[in-house]
């Protein structure tokens, strides 16, 4: 069974694209037929994509405006 690593993906991914990954990563660790070998590269593959989830959400969270109570606007 062969796990693609980071490389074999495009680095604009969006979030919801990298919870569909690191659902399938979890889905194959769970098989019965994973390799020790495979396990260490699905791993790292969950934690690769686990780390651009929390980039992605840090700049969504940047970019959220808080209104305050005169309608202005401040940065979260």
Do not use: N, W
């Amino acid at each position: 069974m062969r796990v693609p690593d980071q490389t074999d993906k495009q680095k604009g991914t969006s979030l919801e694209e990298l919870f569909t990954e690191l659902e399938d990563v979890i889905h194959k660790m769970e098989g019965e037929d994973v390799t020790l070998e495979d396990s260490f590269r699905l791993y790292h593959r969950g934690m690769d994509a686990l780390k651009q989830c929390s980039e992605r959400i840090d700049e969504v969270e940047k970019k959220m405006l808080i209104l305050d109570e005169e309608g202005g606007t401040h940065e979260f």
